[in-house]
């Protein structure tokens, strides 16, 4: 008898929700927003970022990449990674670019002259980490961290029914 086959989580079979596809999508999704709020400050604003921020700018896209890495391996941790990546770089957004200059970690946009464009990526950018956050929280809730790593099916002989959960 050959040894089943492990399923990847992220590929759900025919009728089957996809979760941990939700994730996947969800996390590619906010590195893309992440990278075009990176090209916004680098190109378009025309004035120097502060260190402290850009490197801030650089953990929010390495907590997203490693909320990824988590779903495409089917990880259990995968929708904690989200829910905290989510919810700290919304508190990021809020606390660099909304609030008055506050110090070492700040860059607000209302003491800058930017267009449209610019409010825009950072208004969607922060509307989407806290919908990144919920994501996360929404698959927590239905129990996804516990199935992430069980897969129905495997270890069965054919023809024996996958159970139902």
């Known amino acids: 008898m050959a040894p089943a086959k492990s399923r990847n989580p992220a590929r759900p079979?025919?009728?089957?929700?996809a979760p941990?596809?939700?994730?996947?999508?969800a996390s590619t999704a906010m590195l893309g927003l992440q990278a075009i709020h990176?090209?916004?400050?680098?190109?378009?604003?025309?004035?120097?970022?502060?260190?402290?921020v850009a490197a801030l700018g650089l953990v929010e896209s390495l907590a997203v990449g490693w909320a990824l890495l988590l779903a495409l391996r089917g990880d259990r941790h995968a929708p904690l990674a989200a829910a905290l990546a989510g919810?700290?770089?919304?508190?990021?957004?809020?606390?660099?670019?909304?609030a008055p200059n506050w110090g070492l970690l700040s860059d607000p946009y209302s003491e800058a002259s930017l267009g449209p464009f610019s409010w825009a990526v950072m208004l969607v950018g922060s509307a989407a980490s806290t919908t990144f956050a919920l994501?996360?929280?929404?698959?927590?809730r239905s129990g996804l961290a516990d199935r992430a790593r069980s897969c129905p099916g495997e270890g069965q002989t054919?023809?024996?029914?996958?159970?139902?959960?």
């Open 87 to 98: 919810a700290f770089i919304a508190a990021a957004f809020a606390a660099v670019h909304l």
């Open 158 to 165: 054919p023809g024996e029914d996958t159970p139902q959960a």
């Open 38 to 52: 990176a090209i916004d400050h680098l190109s378009f604003q025309g004035r120097a970022l502060p260190v402290p």
């Open 20 to 25: 941990i596809a939700t994730l996947v999508y």
């Open 13 to 17: 079979r025919p009728g089957e929700s």
């Open 135 to 140: 994501v996360g929280l929404s698959l927590l």
